[in-house]
């Protein structure tokens, strides 16, 4: 519709001065020769064969940013980029990104460019070149990676249908300039080629007035009809569409969860990995589709989720949760998962501990009545709407924006992103229209009150002095295991440990495993220990490396007594090989910490990254990573002081580690 608009406006002004000479010169014939001629030259001059242009976020938000669009015509799309505008004129940015993915899906070639290693809080400008044509210059910003800076983020789901309250609400995104938008799904009604080109041409009314793209940030709703919808239309970061992003340093860690899959297993194993891992956010946030009590009778509950995951969000302090497609509005008190007396469909509130909850939809889909509220409600409604929300260190402010009236709005500027503008319409029920989630102030130690000691007779201090020496006695007698270290060296794996007494009959097995759990350990060595009163010491070097080509090997001693008894000192765990034979990554003064691979065939990439004792601390998923080179980013500020082994393991076979020291 653009398109035709344009080219009729464009002939119109341009055959404008011909047509009085029209009338007197040139017959009829030679008019349609005339227009055909502008019709078949007018878009090759004006037009760039790519269109639908979306920012995304789904790596570090402070030094990436995908751009994808629609290549419908022309071949060899570049990204050319800088932190300055140079116009169309190639050679003046300074850097360039050819594409790293291509999806034919919905009667669309969707490409995707991948920006690395950006600066953190920065505008930069770019534009597409392909081997027909120029787009025009636009430009995104990175979110900040301090804490300290305040974040603005647009909040909602379920624009399908009606493609005016669609582009309401997308009118606002532009006008209120948020740091991103988190999209809880359900773009369209049937997920078909149509469709989904209508929605991608509305997504560009949230382009600024100054062509600025706001990034968003999208989960998996219902009339998605499969995870690969997001993947192709998004290039989600990984097959399952859960995913987790830190945004602003250690100030919100976003959740991205996929409703339309098992809720528990993989995904909840995940989610609890995740949250203990970036346990120091200051805020927790989580977006996702089915709404687990949702406040229309015409939407069942969704027990399997309060299973897996409500309890989680209190556990770890999910300070607020945005659901959708029940399409329509509600907040929630705090509120903590719990069947105790007084609780309604198993939430009772907890104004200190418990997570607010927010939704459920309303970006164009057909509304539905608010008409399940329960007594932890703080409001309820039915309307098209969105949240938009305020994040710093001390608080988060939830806003509800009616979107009717969207082309009222006066538009932000960038130094103004957190003033309310004029004629917005904010929700005002008799609740307030803020809700306001403050941080919760750790408690004061009490002042420990010093008493002085009771002097006790000398008789019962002989007493314990009686006690304590006949108990040693005894123990004489028994097998007491003491210290137990492993230590790897450039030639092998040094396995020591003492004995502090042992009696005559006991057999030691050494054992190995690579992983803590205890049934996968196995017997490589057995000693028959010596009977003594005293310290006895014991060594022996492994030279088998490594368990099934882990990066950590676990060993354990099992003491066989001889009454038959079993003794199992702790487990221990070391390299298979030393820190020094891994690449080490240089992060003094850095902000993120970079890995580099390269990949001689398309490959599914697996990032873990291990602790010194060999616990997961962190996992990232990368599917169908093409040929050739790539970077990947850390947060430096998620990791405490120590060393980290990170692996980087691909389908076909592909494996390298690295390590970093976080000092």
């Not at 409500?310 to 659901?323: D, P, S």
């Amino acid at each position: 519709m653009f398109y035709n608009n344009f080219v009729v406006t464009y002939i119109r002004i341009l055959t404008k001065p011909f047509k009085q000479r029209m009338k007197m010169k040139m017959n009829e014939r030679k008019k349609q020769y005339y227009i055909a001629y502008i019709l078949l030259i007018v878009p090759c001059l004006l037009f760039s064969k790519n269109n639908k242009y979306r920012a995304i976020w789904n790596d570090d938000p402070a030094t990436t940013m995908t751009i994808g669009w629609n290549q419908y015509s022309g071949a060899g799309a570049v990204v050319y980029y800088g932190i300055k505008n140079h116009g169309q004129n190639v050679s003046a940015y300074s850097y360039s990104k050819k594409v790293d993915r291509k999806e034919q899906f919905r009667d669309m070639n969707n490409e995707f460019a991948r920006l690395k290693n950006l600066k953190p809080d920065t505008k930069y400008y770019f534009f597409i070149k392909d081997s027909e044509s120029k787009s025009k210059v636009f430009w995104f910003r990175t979110a900040p990676n301090t804490s300290d800076k305040r974040l603005s983020i647009i909040a909602g789901g379920d624009s399908r249908n009606h493609r005016e309250g669609r582009q309401n609400a997308n009118r606002l995104v532009a006008k209120l300039r948020p740091h991103c938008v988190m999209f809880g799904g359900d773009m369209t009604s049937n997920d078909n080629s149509r469709q989904w080109k209508e929605w991608l041409n509305d997504w560009q009314l949230t382009i600024t007035s100054d062509n600025q793209l706001i990034p968003i940030i999208p989960a998996r709703g219902n009339h998605e009809y499969s995870n690969g919808t997001i993947m192709k239309i998004f290039d989600a970061p990984n097959a399952n569409v859960y995913y987790g992003l830190t945004i602003g340093g250690n100030l919100l860690r976003a959740y991205t969860l996929n409703s339309l899959i098992a809720p528990g297993g993989n995904q909840s194993k995940w989610l609890e990995l995740d949250l203990k891992i970036n346990k120091n956010a200051i805020w927790k946030m989580a977006q996702y589709h089915h709404p687990i009590r949702p406040h229309t009778s015409r939407k069942s509950e969704k027990q399997k989720q309060y299973s897996n995951w409500a309890n989680l969000f209190y556990k770890y302090q999910v300070q607020l949760v945005v659901e959708c497609d029940a399409h329509v509005c509600k907040t929630t008190y705090p509120i903590r998962p719990s069947y105790e007396k007084g609780h309604v469909e198993g939430f009772i509130r907890d104004d200190k501990k418990g997570t607010v909850y927010v939704g459920e939809g309303c970006w164009g889909a057909p509304l539905r009545p608010n008409n399940d509220d329960k007594n932890w409600t703080r409001s309820s409604g039915s309307f098209n709407q969105i949240k938009w929300i305020w994040v710093d260190k001390e608080k988060i402010e939830i806003r509800t924006v009616k979107t009717n009236n969207a082309k009222m709005v006066r538009a932000l500027s960038m130094a103004n992103i957190f003033k309310v503008p004029k004629n917005i319409n904010l929700w005002k029920p008799k609740t307030g229209s803020v809700v306001r989630i403050f941080k919760k102030k750790k408690p004061k130690r009490k002042q420990e009150i010093v008493k002085k000691p009771i002097k006790q007779k000398q008789k019962t201090n002989k007493a314990k002095e009686r006690k304590i020496s006949k108990a040693y006695t005894k123990r004489k007698n028994k097998f007491v295991l003491g210290d137990f270290k492993v230590k790897t060296t450039t030639e092998n794996i040094e396995v020591k440990w003492l004995i502090n007494s042992c009696p005559n009959g006991v057999v030691c097995e050494v054992q190995r495993s690579g992983s803590r759990q205890k049934h996968h350990f196995k017997t490589f060595a057995t000693i028959n220990l010596k009977g003594s009163k005293g310290l006895a010491s014991y060594e022996l070097e492994d030279d088998n490396r490594g368990v099934g080509g882990k990066p950590f090997v676990y060993y354990r001693l099992k003491n066989k007594l001889p009454n038959g008894k079993i003794n199992y000192s702790k487990i221990q765990v070391t390299l298979t090989k030393p820190w020094t034979s891994h690449e080490k990554i240089t992060t003094a003064g850095a902000t993120s910490i970079y890995l580099e691979y390269t990949l001689t065939d398309i490959s599914d990439i697996t990032i873990n990254v291990f602790n010194e004792k060999g616990g997961l601390t962190d996992q990232k998923n990368y599917p169908n990573q093409v040929m050739g080179s790539h970077i990947r980013t850390l947060t430096k500020a998620s990791y405490k002081r120590g060393k980290y082994l990170v692996e980087i393991r691909g389908s076909t076979g592909f494996l390298k580690y690295l390590w970093f020291e976080q000092k």
